[in-house]
């Protein structure tokens, strides 16, 4: 585990402030889950995204990770330097890890550092630290 830098922290910044924007986003009335996600390409470029909730089916949700890199790589971007994801709720929000389908899909972007919360705060592993699938 690493510390955060500066660079880092401006992707939770971005994370926190998406999944704040999409938590009064309602279907049928009903509130749905919200998660923002941020990353930065290899060349520096950021892309950031929120997760799309399915409250009648969650296997057809999709996570934010998924929305960030769908997005990446939908303008040529193949290599992700850094990720995190955030939850927001009831004005509340932090860093959440990334799932298991998240981590699979994750591999194809290489090794990014993914930024996770743990008992000191938020700290950056890199994939394959955290994905036992993931490329060394
Ligand atoms: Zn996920």
Known sequence: MRPLDEKDRELVDLAREVAK???????NGEKLSAVGSALR???????????IDHPES???????EYTALG???????TEVETI?????KNGDDGVIPPCGRCKEFMRL??????IIETDEGPR???????HPYAPK
């Open 41 to 51: 390409t290899k060349d520096g470029d950021i892309f950031s995204g929120p997760n």
């Open 124 to 130: 950056k592993a890199r994939l394959d630290e955290i």
């Open 21 to 27: 924007r999409f938590s009064s986003f309602r279907w």
């Open 109 to 114: 972007f290489g090794n990014p550092w993914v």
């Open 71 to 77: 997005k990446a790589y939908s303008e040529g971007h």
């Open 58 to 64: 969650a296997p057809c949700s999709m996570c934010a």
């Open 84 to 88: 995190v994801a955030c939850w927001h």
